[in-house]
């Protein structure tokens, strides 16, 4: 067999994924031995590939190829979240274009829908992800929403309750009005933008003219104030502390407390309260008893009922009837204004919270929630990240999870939407008819004074009056909670399963800091909880990937890489090492193109390597020897060094993979393959395979092969398939490269005096070839060399003359002791010994100085163009961006250039001058 001219990466890479599947090579071998698992976290079944998908995992798959190879025994579990409000958002857009809601169709119709999108597009990224080379175990696939899963939910819920841990409440919460759901606290995303700061005189309800200004950046939610507050030991307001005042517009009647949350320094130092609408008044409210007006609907609107309901009259209630939140700002200023209460306004900065799906600016609403008390389930959790149970890497993120959770609220896990778990909580018609309101499409709402009845299973009778004519709770959980389940739940649970026995807890965890806390901090608290294990023992968080300026990628930009078309254009394995090799712990990764191609360069590197290993195997290559040439105690200089280089170098790569230092793995893997054993060993080796130094081919040959296999096992886990193809094509008829031994650290192997003796031996041909570079010495011309040195040095390079004669074109060499140094001679120093290169037979010194002089004008006319542009101002602020950056790249070249040339002209003379 023999290796084509060219790597093509599609052919290739199609054959072996489709073989290791069919090999059931990703499957967890069976017996004993060391166990390392992994769950996938799972991308939502509306995904496609992304560039964080794509580091993520191949980071993920270089882990287990690695333990797999390295005696483990592998389970990798993939699988899809069922996303509740993306994926509902995805298919009511799709029924929107028929012209059709989702009241319209039912609940029922609805999710019927949901699941036929689901197995129609749903499993996308799952394929996408094979194109990546991802080596999970496909047969352990799950889906949030599957049979298994779902069990493990209902489980996980009626447990809770159960143990007093969960509990429905009207609360506040984030409410999205665009999604009409709940949403957890870290499901809001919070922007800085410009507001204003509405000062509006409250009066004191005593008939006097007095009155106290309050300062407020949400005029509008006044229409559900039921108290002011201000700071107890303000002077400002003592005497009018214990009063009441009366609301500008609706003239409610409210008391003025005194509580010390109050900021006296923000505004004017008096805050009004509207516990139905902030999280801050909501627990003034409950401090001091204050009644809990929700002034808005499901759409945040103004719901005249809200105000009706508890005995309110007044034309203000028709006239705010129905308005948007933003459109009754408008008009409570006006009428503000209009009735003389607006102070003034003045702009001011606010932290704006956007629901983390559709962008909608989210609304304090009091609903009916559930949630889960989370104090109980921190506590066990933090504690097993302080005491060393779980890992969290880089260690900087503990103290982001410490912070957050010692600081949690309550989880509101319920979501008022039809997508997802639906809660497993069922209410008795009879018994609570008052407490039911039927809504449309056949849906209904639910008090706050609903009793739910939690079971594992469809009750058929009321526990409490006998009854059958039962209702489910109408919500469905966070996808989070589900989600929290994921590193047992796919393993079997709540069974007791062998997988749970052979896989759990988990070895690593491989995340992106933006789900912490959505996600890795919810997945601890329930595997102690359900497990008493921790999920599992390292928690890798890796950095973002952003486009080559340090931006974040967005299709707003336009400078979105689609991992999809860099496969396809430079092919997956470059496409993996180059996000491996960039992929510093704690550090973004600034993705270009051309750093891609560049490591393309290094796949087809690799390629054309082996490609000369098997041209010189004369037809030997299956021919296993009875001793590895490796382990040969009769190994000339080169072979010793490489043989070092290479132990050194399994030691490297292991270590840093075992410490997540993936750059510094692909980095180690990089500098041997290409500027050792292309470089320099490959070029050595031509003079044993032609016969120049007496080596025994043969013997030459087996390390070649050896040296070769060794590099491609190293680099599996990074470049699975160009690996796999070199290894098949090295020896026929062996299995997989997966299956093989990763490369064992070989103590016996380092050889220092070989690595001292070729690292001077490479510096002194690097000198002898930059001298020549520097003369502009045809390439192909020898020449002469005197070396003044130590008597050590000076025996090395008589035994290595095969090797400067081929690598540095030295025809003949003096080797001196001592006495004069020559003079008119290229010199040049590496460590104590001097290096001459006469140039009388070489160049003609006055020809070149004039040559180099000339060049050096033309680069320098160069320069001034390229600065004079880059001072214009007109061409700075007219041209595009990036022919501004292409012509500093260009200034900079001649930069380089020039200094290269002036360097050589130098050089050229200061040998003039040792002449005359």
């Keep these: 067999m023999q290796l084509e001219k060219a790597y093509s990466h599609k052919d290739i890479e199609r054959k072996w994924y489709s073989r290791w599947i069919d090999s059931g090579a990703f499957k967890p071998t069976k ?5 390392f698992s992994m769950v996938i976290p799972p991308p939502n079944v509306t ?41 509902q958002n995805v298919v009511e857009r799709r029924i929107a274009a028929e012209g059709l809601t989702r009241a319209q169709l039912g609940r029922e119709k609805f999710i019927e829908r949901v699941w036929s999108w689901k197995e129609e597009a749903g499993n996308a990224i799952l394929n996408q992800l094979r194109a990546l080379g991802v080596s999970c175990d496909w047969a352990h696939e799950r889906f949030t929403m599957d049979e298994g899963l779902s069990r493990a ?10 143990d007093n841990l969960l509990y429905r409440a009207e609360r506040l919460v984030n409410w999205c009005p665009r999604c009409k759901t709940a949403l957890s606290d870290i499901e809001v995303i919070h922007e800085e933008s410009d507001g204003s700061l509405w000062h509006i005189r409250y009066p004191v309800a005593d008939g006097s003219s007095q009155a106290l200004v309050v300062a407020t950046t949400r005029p509008e939610t006044m229409l559900g104030d039921t108290g002011v507050a201000v700071h107890p030991e303000d002077e400002r307001y003592q005497k009018l502390i214990g009063r009441n005042i009366r609301l500008p517009i609706t003239g409610r009647i409210v008391p003025l407390i005194a509580d010390a949350f109050v900021d006296r320094e923000f505004g004017t130092g008096a805050l009004k309260i509207t516990p139905g609408h902030d999280f801050n008044d909501f627990e003034m409210g409950e401090r001091f008893g204050l009644e809990k007006i929700s002034i808005f609907d499901a759409d945040a609107r103004i719901d005249a ?53 559709c962008q909608t600016i989210i609304e304090p609403y009091l609903t009916p929630q559930w949630f889960v008390n989370i104090k109980p389930l921190a506590e066990p959790a933090i504690r097993a990240v302080r005491q060393g149970n779980i890992h969290i890497i880089p260690e900087g993120w503990s103290n982001s999870y410490f912070a957050w959770m010692e600081n949690i609220k309550d989880w509101c896990v319920s979501r008022q939407i039809w997508w997802g778990h639906q809660i497993p909580a069922w209410y008795c018609r009879s018994c609570d008819a008052r407490n039911i309101v039927d809504a449309h499409a056949g849906d209904y709402l639910l008090t706050k004074e609903a009793r739910p009845i939690v079971s594992r299973s469809v009750p058929t ?32 649970w709540p069974g007791k399963t062998e997988d749970l026995k052979s896989f759990y807890p988990t070895s690593t965890l491989v995340t992106a800091f933006d789900i912490l806390f959505f996600w890795v901090a919810r997945m601890i608290m329930m595997g102690l909880k359900f497990m008493g294990e921790v999920p599992f023992r390292d928690v890798y968080i890796h950095a973002l990937v952003r486009d080559e300026q340090g931006q974040k990628m967005s299709k707003s930009k336009g400078n979105v890489i689609d991992p999809l078309d860099v496969m396809a254009e430079y092919g997956t394995d470059a496409f993996r090492f180059t996000l491996a090799a960039m992929a510093a712990m704690g550090r973004d990764i600034k993705l270009a193109e051309d750093r891609i191609g560049g490591y393309q360069n290094f796949v087809n590197k ?13 037809g030997s290559a299956n021919a296993e020897p009875a001793k590895r040439a490796l382990e040969s105690t009769h190994l000339g200089l080169a072979d010793r060094w490489i043989r070092s280089r290479l132990a050194s170098t399994i030691r490297e790569a292991r270590t840093a993979i075992d410490a997540y230092r993936f750059n510094d793995y692909a980095n180690v893997l990089y500098q041997f393959t290409w500027h ?63 299956v093989q031994r990763y490369p064992a650290v070989e103590a016996n192997w380092v050889d220092s005096e070989a690595e001292n003796e070729m690292e001077f031996l490479m510096g002194v041909i690097r000198a002898i070839r930059n001298l020549r570079t520097e003369i502009n010495c045809p390439p192909g011309k020898e020449i002469k060399v005197i070396f003044h040195g130590s008597d050590v040095d000076l025996a090395l390079l008589r035994t290595q003359m095969h090797y400067l004669r081929s690598l540095a074109r030295v025809g003949s060499a003096d080797y001196l002791l001592s006495g004069d140094r020559p003079k008119g001679a290229a010199t040049a120093v590496v460590g104590s010994t001097e290096i001459y290169l006469p140039l009388d037979d070489l160049i003609d010194l006055d020809e070149e100085s004039a040559r180099l002089t000339k060049e050096v004008g033309k680069i320098e006319e160069e320069i001034a163009r390229v600065r004079k542009k880059l001072s214009n101002p007109d061409f700075v602020s007219k041209a595009k961006p990036e022919i501004i950056q292409k012509e500093r790249e260009r200034g900079s070249w001649y930069e380089d250039k020039i200094r290269t040339l002036k360097g050589s002209l130098e050089k050229i003379q200061e040998i003039q001058a040792g002449r005359n």
């Design 606 to 618: 690799l390629w054309n390597a082996a490609r000369f290993v098997l041209m010189n195997l004369a």
């Design 676 to 738: 050792e054993f292309c470089d320099w060993y490959i070029e050595m080796s031509k003079l044993s395979l032609n016969g120049t130094v007496g080596d025994d081919v043969g013997r030459s040959r087996r390390m070649l092969v050896e040296l070769l296999e060794q590099i491609v096992l190293l680099m599996h886990p990074v470049m699975p398939f160009v690996t796999e193809e070199i290894w098949q094509v090295l020896r026929s008829g062996r299995e997989s490269i997966m």
């Design 153 to 162: 939910v209902r489980e996980a819920f009626v447990r809770l309750w159960e």
């Design 47 to 87: 995904g496609s590939l992304h560039m964080g998908h794509a580091l993520n995992n191949t980071l993920q798959d270089i882990m287990c190829r690695y333990k797999r190879m390295d005696g483990f025994r592998v389970l990798w579990v993939p699988g899809t979240d069922h996303a509740g409000i993306a994926t």
């Design 31 to 35: 017996g004993a031995g060391p166990y």
């Design 461 to 492: 009778v009321c526990p409490q009056c006998g009854g059958h004519d039962l209702v489910q709770d109408p919500d469905v959980l966070d996808t989070w909670f589900s989600s929290g389940l994921w590193p047992f739940s796919t393993l079997g």
């Design 305 to 357: 009922a809200s105000f009706l309901q508890r005995g309110e009259a007044g034309e203000w209630i028709e006239h705010y009837r129905g308005k948007d939140r933003f459109e009754a700002r408008k008009l409570v200023v006006s009428d503000l204004t209009e009735k003389g209460f607006l102070e003034r306004i003045e702009p001011h900065k606010l932290s704006v919270g956007h629901c983390y799906r």
